[in-house]
């Protein structure tokens, strides 16, 4: 079979996704999950008469928590695969990255299993969210002088 013939069979059999819906979805989803994260902020910090930084932080927990629950029960793809990007973007697509790798090395033990391949996705996100960090504050000291 030649390239032409291949490339024109594969795009017949390749889903057609709505771009627009997809992004809309994506955008909603991910604004409903930016209500939330304000939500449990103002519930935190009412309720438990914390600062909001402190109530922040107990929203990311919150938020990660959540991500790895919804992970183990398996209902975190299902969501995804409705809401897209909206899911995956915020904390929570970090919490399933980390929670699904390490649940599928779960049978090859607690150090060559979790603890070998638990970074494997979200090693990355980790690595270049660092490295962007330390530049971008580079640039930052550089331009506003110290």
Excluded: W
């Excluded at 919150?62 to 897209?84: E, I, M, P, S, W």
């Excluded at 996100?125 to 504050?137: D, E, K």
């Amino acid at each position: 079979m030649d390239k032409n013939k291949y490339k024109n069979l594969v795009s017949k059999h390749t889903p057609k996704e709505n771009v627009l819906c997809n992004g809309l979805i994506a955008f909603g989803v991910g604004g409903l999950m930016g209500v939330l994260g304000q939500a449990l902020i103002d519930v935190y910090s009412y309720f438990l008469n914390i600062t909001t930084n402190d109530a922040a932080m107990l929203m990311i927990v919150t938020l990660v928590f959540l991500g790895c629950f919804l992970t183990c029960l398996g209902f975190f793809d299902k969501l995804v695969h409705f809401a897209r990007c909206g899911l995956i973007i915020p904390i929570t697509g970090f919490a399933h990255a980390m929670m699904s790798a390490a649940l599928e090395y779960r049978k090859e033990g607690f150090v060559t299993g979790i603890g070998a391949n638990m970074f494997k996705l979200a090693g990355s996100v980790i690595i270049f969210g660092v490295v962007s960090a330390y530049l971008f504050g580079l640039l930052r000291l550089i331009i506003m002088g110290g």
